[in-house]
Structure formats: structure tokens, C-alpha cells
T-cell receptor
Framework: KQEVTQIPAALSVPEGENLVLNCSFT??????LQWFRQDPGKGLTSLLLIQSSQREQTSGRLNASLDKSSGRSTLYIAASQPGDSATYLC??????????FGKGTKLSVKP | EPEVTQTPSHQVTQMGQEVILRCVPI?????FYWYRQILGQKVEFLVS????????KSEIFDDQFSVERPDGSNFTLKIRSTKLEDSAMYFC?????????????FGPGTRLTVL
């Protein structure tokens, strides 16, 4: 059974810092992995999808890496802004199609 | 930009009542999903649906739950007899296909409160 762990659980940084969010998963047989952001009481916004054959995927200030064999993904956020404050969720997808979510990293970017 | 929509945004019901949560997936998508998130906990998969039938379901998705695509645009989740522990945020998602290239897009959620 796939288990997803995200470290740290919470992170507070000053505006402008570059930061890394970590995700690990126990079953490396994944099809792809999505990173989402969730604002309080809101839905999930897809940030990046990284396919199992890819090592990296970039969108604007966001860069996601995937090391499938070691069961790890990282989300790198460059030049953080207060608007980046949210909970970031990692979700690998297995062969059955459903996403398995971690508990998330709650990010707070202080002006 | 196309998006998944869900209604209602908040539903309050009495224990034992039936509720139907509604979703309109993105129009060219073929795969549909329901997930839920109990307050303070992880998002959990409930069920996936393709070609008018259930593809996969989790242990949570017991006989109290059912899904339906009653017409060409709506996708519904029915809970027959709600329990207190069904209180959660329910998210609908859709994807174009189920392959490695296919991103799942989520709706804003329906907050279900069972009293």
C-alpha cells in the first residue's frame, strides 16, 4: 500500500527565499506524480505533473524533480512571495488511476 | 480556462438523510473521480469512474455510497444514509485519460456537515 510522507509539515520563511519541499513515497511503481497547492478551505490547484519517465518539470518559479527509484520528489520554489502561502500536497499516481496524497507542507511566506 | 465545478458549496444534513453531491467535469474529460478530506486529514480517494462504470473504489466507498453520470455533463456522488463521520470536504476531479501524461483537475469541493 502506497504511503506518502511530506517533510517538513510546516515552514515559515521571509519573502524572497528559495525553498525546497520534500515528498517521499513507499511504492516506486508510479505512473506520475502531481504537486498541488491548497488554500485554506479551498480546492486543490494542480501545479505540476511529472511523468514517471521524467526527472524534472518546470513551471514559472516552480521546479519539481522526481527520483522514482528512491521514492522521492522535491518541489523547489524560487524567490518566494507572500502569495505562495498555502499547503502544498504531493500525490503520486499508481496503475489504478487514483492519487495518493501526503499530509502536505504548510508554507507561510512573511513579507 | 475549463474547470471542474461542484454544487452545492456547503451542504448541511441530518444523520440518516440521503445527500447527492453534484459535479460538472471538464467537457472533454473521460475519467472522473471523487475524493474526500476530513478536516485536518489527508485527501483520500473514494472512487474512479469511466465509461459509465466504476473503475476502482477504496475501502471507504461502501454500500452507502454510489456514483452516477445521469446525463452528458453531470457526475454525482450519493450517500444513502449519512453518518456523523461522513462530514468532510468532498472533491470531484476529472482527467482526459488515465495514462501517465494525464493530469487530474479538481473542483472547489462541497463541504458536507452531518448533524
Amino acid at each position: 500500500k502506497q504511503e506518502v510522507t511530506q517533510i517538513p509539515a510546516a515552514l515559515s520563511v521571509p519573502e524572497g527565499e528559495n525553498l525546497v519541499l520534500n515528498c517521499s513515497f513507499t511504492d516506486s511503481a508510479i505512473y506520475n506524480l502531481q504537486w498541488f497547492r491548497q488554500d485554506p478551505g479551498k480546492g486543490l490547484t494542480s501545479l505540476l505533473l511529472i511523468q514517471s519517465s521524467q526527472r524534472e518539470q518546470t513551471s514559472g518559479r516552480l521546479n519539481a524533480s522526481l527520483d522514482k527509484s528512491s521514492g522521492r520528489s522535491t518541489l523547489y520554489i524560487a524567490a518566494s512571495q507572500p502569495g505562495d502561502s498555502a499547503t502544498y500536497l504531493c500525490a503520486p499516481r499508481g496503475s489504478q488511476g487514483n492519487l495518493i496524497f501526503g499530509k502536505g507542507t504548510k508554507l507561510s511566506v512573511k513579507p | 480556462e475549463p474547470e471542474v465545478t461542484q454544487t452545492p458549496s456547503h451542504q448541511v444534513t441530518q444523520m440518516g438523510q440521503e445527500v447527492i453531491l453534484r459535479c460538472v467535469p471538464i467537457s472533454n474529460h473521460l475519467y472522473f473521480y471523487w475524493y474526500r478530506q476530513i478536516l485536518g486529514q489527508k485527501v483520500e480517494f473514494l472512487v474512479s469512474f469511466y465509461n459509465n462504470e466504476i473503475s476502482e473504489k477504496s475501502e471507504i466507498f461502501d454500500d452507502q455510497f454510489s456514483v452516477e453520470r445521469p446525463d452528458g455533463s453531470n457526475f454525482t456522488l450519493k450517500i444513502r444514509s449519512t453518518k456523523l463521520e461522513d462530514s468532510a470536504m468532498y472533491f470531484c476531479a476529472s482527467s482526459e485519460a488515465a495514462g501517465t501524461y494525464n493530469e487530474q483537475f479538481f473542483g472547489p469541493g462541497t463541504r458536507l456537515t452531518v448533524l
